[in-house]
């Protein structure tokens, strides 16, 4: 029902900056749109756990974030263009992983789609 795909990814240095992009698409069968769902980015290193790092309401108007990026990221959405970004400032070696964007509907308790996730590699 929801396409989710991911871009922006890349190597940086540490202190460095990236956006990350997520395009979505909702299924023309589907009578719900990209209003209909909350938005997050998740992450997930080597070796661990998916963590999750942003999320964003449907209309942009409440956003979380994990204690590890707060202060340095920023999530946002453009419901016009069905965009969801990731800006990251301040990047740090520990900020390495696959990242994931992902839609929620609005009235259920998760994120079940899911992109198929862009590398980001920051260099100490």
């Known amino acids: 029902q929801l396409q989710l795909v991911e871009s922006g990814g890349g190597s940086v240095q540490a202190g460095g900056s990236l956006r990350l992009s997520c395009r979505a698409s909702?299924?023309?069968?589907?009578?719900?749109?990209?209003?209909?769902?909350?938005m997050g980015w998740f992450r997930q290193a080597p070796g661990k756990e998916r963590e999750a790092v942003a999320s964003?309401?449907?209309?942009?108007?409440?956003?979380s974030y994990s204690d590890s990026v707060k202060g340095r990221f920023t999530i946002s959405r453009d419901n016009n263009k069905n965009m969801v970004y990731l800006e990251m400032n301040s990047l740090r070696p520990e900020d390495t992983a696959v990242y994931y964007c992902?839609?929620?509907?609005?009235?259920?308790?998760?994120?079940?789609?899911w992109g198929q996730g862009t590398q980001v590699t920051v260099s100490s």
């Open positions: 909702v299924s023309a069968a589907s009578a719900l749109t990209f209003r209909d769902y909350a």
């Open positions: 992902a839609g929620q509907l609005s009235w259920r308790t998760t994120f079940e789609y």
């Open positions: 964003i309401s449907w209309n942009g108007d409440s956003t």
